[in-house]
């Protein structure tokens, strides 16, 4: 698995994440100050950081700063601010991801495989994701599919991005709402059901002739390339 550096100052979540991650069969190294991550990434390199935004000494956006001054290592924030101003300071000061806190280990242990894939494919770096005639700019927040760009509220562009970054997966419901609505693990099916179902219509395609959208039934949703093995829809 992965050398993953967990920055978190309070005891009992670095110790349930450190534990959780451990059971995955991840490598983790602990820091509980800004200063002494970027010490412990500069003398020992980890593959992944798990970046929690408020650290005792320095705010962790300032920390991610720092980081990306001196190494592209991906950098997963977790954070108790959910307002979308917050998010998009982060993300634009240079991190691969976040989750919000509370969240569960299989959550986490998603968004760390998706860093992965994205530093091993070299994409972490431009912001783009292309599945078969689906192109996606993540940084400009546009997306195009065979050459036409489609007209995306804001949520349904970040339900395809995230389906498209776990391309090939089935991305549950309740990873959805934690990632997409920033809500509790947890009901809300209907909420992910209806902005499906209206990417799905400015997409071209629907639940019965599905081209990239692929429910699976009981699971979640899976995007793929048109032509290749797709379960019913449900």
């Given amino acids: 698995?992965?050398?993953?550096?967990?920055?978190?100052?309070?005891?009992?979540?670095?110790?349930?994440?450190?534990?959780?991650?451990?059971?995955?069969?991840?490598?983790?190294?602990?820091?509980?100050?800004?200063?002494?991550?970027?010490?412990?990434?500069?003398?020992?390199?980890?593959?992944v950081v798990v970046l929690d935004l408020g650290l005792p000494d320095v705010d962790g956006t300032e920390v991610l700063r720092m980081l990306r001054a001196v190494t592209d290592v991906p950098v997963i924030v977790a954070t108790a601010r959910d307002d979308q101003q917050g998010m998009v300071a982060t993300l634009d000061a240079g991190a691969d991801d976040y989750v919000v806190k509370p969240f569960g280990a299989e959550l986490l242990e998603a968004r760390i495989r998706a860093v992965l894939r994205r530093a091993a494919s070299g994409d972490a770096g431009d912001g783009m994701l292309d599945v078969g005639g689906l192109r996606i700019d993540t940084r400009a927040r546009r997306a195009w599919l065979d050459g036409s760009e489609l007209d995306l509220a804001r949520l349904e562009f970040d339900m395809l991005a995230h389906l498209a970054d776990r391309a090939g997966e089935v991305v549950s419901r309740r990873e959805l709402l934690a990632q997409v609505w920033h809500q509790p693990l947890g009901g809300g099916d209907k909420t992910v059901d209806v902005h499906l179902s209206w990417l799905r219509r400015k997409m071209g395609e629907s639940a019965s002739e599905p081209r990239y959208l692929h429910t699976v039934r009981g699971v979640g949703i899976r995007l793929g390339p048109p032509g290749g093995d797709t379960p019913g829809p449900a």
């Fill in 1 to 47: 698995m992965a050398k993953v550096l967990l920055v978190e100052d309070d005891q009992q979540v670095r110790g349930a994440v450190g534990r959780a991650l451990a059971d995955a069969g991840h490598q983790v190294t602990f820091a509980t100050t800004g200063m002494a991550a970027v010490d412990q990434v500069l003398s020992d390199p980890p593959q």
